[in-house]
């Protein structure tokens, strides 16, 4: 009897010991955020104008976006950030509140690891390059699209930045035009 009567004092004082390390309190977490805040990015920036179309074998017709993001931290210094990133091309609506038409291709990379980080980040321009192949076949013949990028951080986050993007076919290359500013969508 003494050995079970032990146990449930052993047991007893492990579930008061858990108890114990409570959780933070909500005034505990918004500090934490403010601080992390500090140097999480606070926006994201597709930049111009290296994002464009173009070929990324030996022939000299584009099959995608080489898309070059970068992310800005508070004191407007750029860093590398961890996360996904979610990339779309829609065709381009002019005089139109909305400039994004229809949803001609979606991209979902994931920079979670140290693999990702090494494959994407390029640590003398500290930029992320991304490779967006387009199959050609679901891209109608147009002078203009929008790209729009939608960076989710580990916080539940989301920043977002778009630009327009122009192809020219007598020149076979695409341009940047009008970039939007990034802007919170919430967290």
């Keep these: 009897m003494t050995r079970l009567l032990a146990l449930h004092i052993e047991t007893l004082i492990l579930l008061i010991l858990v108890g114990c390390t409570a959780a933070p309190t909500a005034t505990q977490d918004r500090a934490r955020r403010r601080m992390l805040a500090l140097l999480m990015p606070a926006r994201v920036e597709i930049v111009e104008p290296f994002t464009r179309v173009k070929s990324f074998d030996d022939d000299s017709t584009p099959d995608g976006i080489e898309l070059l993001l970068q992310a800005v931290n508070s004191f407007d210094d750029p860093g590398m950030i961890v996360g996904s990133v979610h990339c779309e091309l829609y065709e381009y609506v002019p005089a139109s509140g909305d400039d994004r038409g229809r949803r001609l291709e979606y991209w979902d990379i994931e920079l979670a690891t140290a693999l990702h980080q090494r494959t994407f980040w390029n640590q003398a321009t500290q930029m ?11 891209i109608p013949v147009r002078d203009r699209f929008v790209l729009r990028v939608v960076y989710s951080t580990p916080l539940g986050e989301h920043l977002t930045d778009e630009c327009i993007i122009d192809y020219r076919s007598a020149k076979n290359k695409w341009s940047r035009r009008t970039p939007r500013t990034s802007a919170a969508d919430g967290g």
């Design 128 to 138: 992320y390059e991304f490779r967006l192949q387009v199959d050609p076949t679901k």
